[in-house]
């Protein structure tokens, strides 16, 4: 029993998440293109067609910049709030506007998507947990401090896309503007390395066993940097960094926590399991692998 994970995209550049349970799926933010998203999806061997919502986390352009051509082309409700829609000057097919509160438990399929507040300096802002055989996935971008909804929820989790946007002396000694480096670095800016490694250190499940560290800055982070901090700590837990340049491979998440556990491809006799054949998610015709 697993979930199924990728970033299509991560960073101030676009934002852009996928989580499935291998029949439905859901895409937090899409703040690349459509076209860029689809050609990604292929490249991972994820099908669109699985993506039966898209959820929208706040109105910044790195999050919604792919939104309005994506819902409408392929037909996807768009669960955003009026304050997002505003705020991002969106127009969008309304029979696809989902409206949706704090700590509302959405079903998508066999999914179920809860967003809660967090603070950021935008119109209406939430992280999302996702839920699905047993598993929980948390999106959390663009988190200006680890509130108490963060830390809750965070608890809850298997795997998380965690923002470790900055460094704080990389930030402090970079060449951003000071009104920049304060906004950054403020309660309602963006999680540093430090205070992300705070709330894993903290606040994780005893079950928690894959962490991809998003959102990274490119001026003021390093990928190797902050994976190393992160791996010092991590036991068994899997770190990885999500690119802001690429997809990522796609993860399997399953209750044990092994990977080698789920079952990643159709089509391959060794995993024709009769004890899991109820669990295999239907295929798109055209698709060679399941997502
Ligand atoms: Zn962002
Ligand atoms: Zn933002």
């Not at 000694?173 to 903290?202: C, D, M, T, V, W």
């Not at 560290?213 to 791996?231: A, R, T």
Request: with cysteine.
């Amino acid at each position: 029993m697993s979930l199924y994970v990728a970033s299509i995209n991560s960073g101030s550049n676009g934002n852009c998440y996928y989580v499935g349970n291998g029949t439905d799926a859901v895409l937090v933010d899409v703040g690349i293109s459509c076209r860029e998203v689809i050609k990604r999806m292929q490249r991972a061997g994820l099908s669109i067609q699985s993506v039966k919502a898209i959820f929208i986390s706040h109105e910044h352009s790195d999050h919604i910049r792919g939104l309005r051509v994506l819902s409408t082309k392929y037909n996807i409700p768009v669960y955003i709030n009026e304050a997002t829609i505003r705020g991002g000057s969106l127009y969008l097919d309304s029979v696809l506007i989902r409206p949706f509160e704090h700590a509302q438990n959405i079903s998508v399929g066999e999914l179920l998507v809860t967003p809660f507040r967090k603070e950021h300096d935008a119109a209406d802002p939430y992280s999302f947990n996702i839920s699905g055989n047993g598993i929980t996935v948390g999106v959390y971008t663009d988190i200006g401090c680890a509130c108490q909804n963060v830390v809750n929820y965070f608890k809850e989790c298997h795997a998380v896309f965690l923002e470790a946007n900055y460094d704080e002396e990389m930030l402090e000694n970079g060449p951003y503007p000071f009104y920049l480096k304060k906004r950054i670095s403020s309660n309602k800016g963006h999680l540093s390395n430090a205070q992300a490694l705070e709330l894993f250190k903290n606040h994780r499940s005893a079950f928690l066993s894959h962490v991809f560290l998003s959102h990274l800055s490119k001026e003021n982070n390093s990928p190797q940097l902050v994976k190393q901090l992160f791996q010092e700590q991590a036991g068994d837990i899997k770190i990885a960094v999500a690119s802001r340049d690429n997809e990522s491979e796609v993860h399997c998440i399953s209750a044990d926590g092994l990977e080698g556990n789920c079952v990643v491809k159709q089509g391959n006799s060794e995993n024709r399991d009769a004890s899991k054949a109820t669990t295999k998610p239907a295929l798109h015709p055209k698709q060679t692998s399941l997502f």
